[in-house]
């Protein structure tokens, strides 16, 4: 019993350190083998968009929000105490970098005319209701 209550520990610190970065980055990043493309804190054209988690729900401050076909830049601020990222999927897997309170994350994807949905990656955000429809014309 005493190993399982060491290994717990050291699961929920591993868990709470998970991008633990206090920095502002705009950055964001793409997770390979999609026709996403990311980018450094967008400039160049292309539909800028943008929300905010939530400060004290598992959500987005935005349920929808539209664009038209093309580059598309969503720029998500955190108020939260949490950390939390947004990230794109449906045809394409985009995500920003997880950021703590005060933070950005910027998500960059070349987008054709359909659904998508955006999200925060941080494990059980999504599922909890941190999700919206992104839809693009």
Do not use: R
Not at 71 to 96: C, E, F, R, W, Y
Not at 105 to 128: I, M, N, Q, R, W
């Amino acid at each position: 019993m005493k190993w399982l209550s060491i290994f717990g520990a050291i699961a929920m610190l591993a868990v709470a350190g998970c991008g633990g970065s206090s920095n502002n980055s705009s950055s964001s990043t793409s997770s390979g083998g999609s026709t996403a493309s990311s980018s450094g804190g967008g400039g160049g054209g292309g539909q800028q968009l943008t929300l905010a988690a939530d400060a004290s729900q598992l959500k987005f401050d935005k349920s929808t929000l539209s664009a038209k076909a093309g580059k598309v830049t969503i720029t998500m601020t955190n108020p939260s105490g949490l950390q939390h990222d947004v990230a794109i999927k449906g045809g394409v897997n985009a995500k920003g970098n997880i950021v703590g309170q005060g933070g950005k994350s910027v998500v960059t994807a070349t987008l054709k005319p359909g659904k998508y949905t955006f999200y925060c990656s941080v494990d059980g955000h999504e599922a909890a209701g941190m999700n919206g429809e992104l839809d693009v014309n």
